[in-house]
């Protein structure tokens, strides 16, 4: 309540119930989702989670698989759009992440998240992971409104009426791509960025187009 208060001041009492209880039900929703996800085949999947708009990473028959960089952020089934992302792109895809406390829940997230080849890389070790396989194509997917930690390159600035802060880090993003990633909210669905990785200048990313998530 606290942080809803303080980020949408002048709303009623009845506004900040409702807006709590809809939270608590879109969290137990996507805790279910994820929980099912560790066993559901590939073929619902792509039944239940539909990805358009993402043609700029599917590469036509002969030609080489397509490398990029995808920004979403967590108002999505984030487990399952890792999942739907690695089968649908062409290019082998990494998907960045930061380890759970909980050693099994650690374990359960990896071996679903990868269930159908996405490679997992740590936030620590992505820079590396990305200069390592420099020469093959590949996407790169995170969510970029991960909290950074106290020892990460970081940037503040005031959101929703309060100081907070942004990883700065030119191998993700740019700034001009954390500003294009916050897209609109729809129900049930996402809007993200895709960007290339041929032409990065200044620390910023060409946008090649946008992918819009629904399930």
Not at 9 to 21: E, I, K, L, N, V
Not at 127 to 134: F, G, P, T
Request: a positive charge; proline letters at 5%; glycine letters at 8%.
């Amino acid at each position: 309540d606290k942080n809803l208060r303080h980020s949408f001041p002048g709303q009623s009492d009845a506004w900040f119930r409702a807006t709590r209880h809809r939270f608590y039900q879109q969290f137990a929703d996507v805790t279910v989702e994820a929980m099912y996800a560790w066993r559901m085949p590939q073929d619902e999947l792509q039944r239940r989670m539909t990805i358009t708009g993402w043609e700029p990473l599917i590469s036509a028959e002969g030609e080489p698989p397509k490398p990029g960089i995808l920004l979403s952020i967590h108002h999505n089934n984030w487990e399952w759009l890792t999942q739907r992302a690695s089968v649908v792109a062409t290019a082998p895809l990494d998907g960045v992440y930061k380890p759970l406390h909980d050693h099994g829940a650690d374990r359960f997230a990896l071996e679903s998240r990868g269930k159908w080849g996405a490679t997992l890389v740590t936030m620590k070790g992505v820079s590396r992971h990305v200069l390592k396989n420099r020469r093959t194509p590949r996407v790169l997917a995170l969510l970029a409104d991960q909290s950074p930690g106290k020892r990460e390159a970081i940037h503040c600035t005031q959101f929703l009426n309060q100081s907070t802060a942004f990883f700065m880090d030119d191998i993700i993003t740019g700034r001009q791509c954390l500003a294009h990633c916050f897209g609109r909210r729809k129900q049930r669905g996402e809007v993200g960025l895709i960007c290339g990785v041929d032409g990065c200048r200044d620390g910023h990313h060409e946008e090649l187009g946008r992918f819009e998530v629904r399930w």
